[in-house]
């Protein structure tokens, strides 16, 4: 495709700016996406100790269930007696522009083991009852993490497009057009140079034509 920039020193200077301000925005994109990818790699690392603790946990979590069935009878009514809970809280952190949300849980009151009673349930029932508490705790870091896994994700994937636009695209547009109009300008100094030449080549000669014309004329002139 032809370059249609006009060849201009002001162009030049214009196009050479864009050219630095491109490879300096490059540069920081490529800071930006290394930072993301360590931040992210830590997070997935993370994420597979948690979700491993989650599976142990879960494990024990129904065998226990599973004894105090057998040993209880079905819990569904002390099942009942465990309280909702709403003490969910996510606030945001920041790394580098990209938001990371932060998963809290309100740590329960000071109460006994289990809210149901100790006279009709066994330790089974209650290492249940821990057990899921602690899954509970674990899914919510799980899910803090998973999220802000996806969230760094799609921040990589957007800052390696734009990378990868001015590092494929405009930086070599730009330094093809410093190319074209640094040779174009150098190409019109040679022909001004050579231009020049000529013009002062026919001067002297017009000269050195006048002096012998003036030559030849002086001994008639003053006869």
């Not at 790699?41 to 599973?66: F, G, H, P, W």
């Not at 800052?159 to 093809?176: V, Y």
Request: charged share 30%.
């Amino acid at each position: 495709m032809a370059n249609t920039t006009v060849p201009t020193k002001g162009n030049l200077l214009a196009v050479k700016k864009t050219l630095q301000l491109s490879r300096t925005g490059f540069e920081l994109l490529d800071r930006k996406r290394n930072i993301l990818i360590r931040e992210m790699m830590q997070l997935i690392d993370r994420a597979n100790e948690i979700q491993s603790k989650i599976d142990d946990t879960y494990t024990a979590a129904y065998a226990a269930l599973q004894t105090a069935n057998i040993t209880l009878g079905i819990c569904r009514d002390w099942a009942y007696t465990v309280p909702i809970d709403n003490g969910l809280t996510v606030a945001y952190r920041s790394v580098m522009g990209v938001e990371i949300p932060m998963v809290e849980l309100e740590e329960p009151p000071q109460q006994e083991p289990a809210p149901f009673g100790l006279v009709d349930t066994n330790t089974a029932l209650d290492l249940a009852y821990c057990k899921f508490q602690e899954v509970k705790e674990l899914t919510a870091k799980l899910a803090e993490v998973e999220n802000s896994v996806y969230r760094l994700a799609d921040a990589i994937k957007k800052t390696q497009k734009r990378a990868n636009a001015l590092k494929n695209i405009m930086i070599p547009r730009f330094t093809a057009t410093v190319k074209f109009i640094t040779e174009s300008l150098e190409e019109k100094d040679r022909e001004e140079f050579s231009r020049m030449k000529v013009i002062k080549r026919q001067k002297e000669k017009q000269a050195q034509e006048d002096a012998a014309f003036a030559k030849e004329t002086a001994p008639s002139e003053s006869a």
